[in-house]
């Protein structure tokens, strides 16, 4: 495992880009319900992959499409729909606490099926992690909670498909270049959800609903930094460190969330320096 100066940028980039997510996914939600929202997430994306897969086509080994289907669904497609359709019903930061649980999940599926080697030191500072998550957000917001909890079982859902996705590309795709599995994975299941888009509803919102185009391009955006150039960082970040150490950028995620509520005016109390306290020395737990 290699972290050093780059991994770390990266490691916090990716922090900021995915833990803006939430809030854009909320903004998106205005015009469009959770289905428009994840096939256009994922259609956007497609269209930002096909000069690369023109470029590229020759270069990937289309022998093992089936691992791309799964690296596609269990990464950027299916979660797409899950995340949408839990923040219908439940906050932002409850989702952001669920989220938590990727680097658990990653660690126990890698042990149970994928043979990496189990490590109390890792798994000690995954929880470690993921208290701090859970104090940062649970105890340092104010009605953090809420909306209708069974909601959180989709989120749930999604982090093990999340953990589930990082593991297959540690093991299958170690030495593949990132730009090739990224443009492999959304070509494998973008064309059918562009395709929806295209047929649905979604065209005469993005025109005649108030707030369509504000949505639409707020998912543009979304897609664009969310989704496509985070993933190419994500998959080089697995490949330069482990699958655990990625993962756990969903502990850092809670403080840019934390960070969006105080530009728009959220108290900021004593519980947030705590769960930033736990995050860090998981992190540093998992990586030494």
């Known amino acids: 495992m290699t972290i050093d100066l780059r991994s770390v940028l990266s490691f916090v980039v990716l922090s900021f880009v995915w833990g ?27 269209l930002a992959f096909l000069p690369f897969f023109i470029k590229f086509f020759k270069e990937i080994d289309w022998k093992n499409w089936k691992y791309y289907l799964l690296v596609g669904l269990t990464g950027p497609g299916i979660p797409a729909f899950l995340y949408a359709i839990a923040q219908t019903e439940i906050s932002s930061a409850s989702t952001g606490v669920l989220n938590s649980l990727s680097p658990i999940f990653t660690l126990l599926i890698g042990f149970l099926f994928f043979k990496s080697g189990f490590q109390w030191s890792k798994f000690i500072g995954v929880i470690v992690g993921f208290i701090g998550a859970i104090l940062l957000i649970l105890l340092g917001k104010e009605n953090a909670v809420g909306g209708q909890l069974w909601y959180s ?9 999340y953990a589930l996705n990082v593991n297959i590309v540690k093991s299958k795709f170690q030495n593949m270049k990132p730009i090739h599995l990224t443009t492999a994975s959304f070509m494998s299941i973008g064309f059918p959800f562009f395709l929806y888009c295209i047929l649905s ?24 930094m969310g989704t496509v150039l985070a993933l190419i960082m994500y ?13 756990s950028v969903a502990y850092t995620m809670p403080l840019v969330a934390i960070f969006w509520g105080f530009i728009d005016g959220e108290p900021i109390t004593s519980y947030h320096f705590i769960g930033l306290v736990l995050i860090l020395l998981g992190i540093y737990i998992i990586k030494k």
């Open 235 to 247: 998959y080089k970040l697995v490949q330069r460190t482990n699958a655990v150490f990625a993962s």
């Open 20 to 46: 803006s997510s939430f809030i854009l996914i909320k903004k998106g939600l205005i015009a469009f319900d959770f289905v428009e929202l994840g096939a256009l997430r994922i259609s956007i994306s497609f």
């Open 153 to 161: 079982l989709f989120i749930i859902i999604g982090t093990i498909m």
């Open 201 to 224: 509803d979604i065209p005469h919102k993005v025109v005649q609903h108030e707030y369509g185009l504000y949505s639409f391009l707020i998912i543009v955006l979304l897609a664009l």
